[in-house]
């Protein structure tokens, strides 16, 4: 099992910034994507980012490319969420997750809330 506690969220103002951090414990990662969902009330989880654990390699939905970054500890097991120029549509509880094959493990989630 793995065990994710994420941190970081809070109130910023439109253009902003703001940088999550999920701290990994439990199974060993290598195996694992690493990643960010966010969810709004009345809609689905969607996908932000990920990354390989092992390789570091991200990945991005068009609405993150070019003002999020993602990243990774492998000392601390901690992946980050860099958002720079946040837009109000970006408020969300926004939810930290690993996977492997069909395992899935999520976080309790950090809100994240933009002001205009």
């Known amino acids: 099992q793995v065990q994710l506690v994420e941190s970081g969220g809070g109130l910023v103002q439109a253009g902003g910034s703001l940088r999550l951090s999920c701290a990994a414990s439990?199974?060993?990662?290598?195996?694992?994507?690493l990643g960010w969902f966010r969810q709004t009330p009345g809609k689905e989880r969607e996908y932000v980012a990920s990354?390989?654990?092992?390789?570091?390699?991200?990945n991005y939905a068009d609405s993150a490319k070019g003002r999020f970054t993602i990243s990774r500890d492998e000392v601390k097991n901690t992946v980050y969420l860099q958002m720079n120029s946040l837009k109000p549509e970006d408020t969300a509880v926004y939810y930290c997750t690993a996977a492997r094959n069909c395992l899935r493990y999520w976080g309790r989630g950090t809100q994240v809330t933009v002001s205009s």
């Open positions: 990354i390989s654990w092992s390789s570091g390699t991200p």
């Open positions: 439990g199974d060993t990662l290598n195996d694992y994507m």
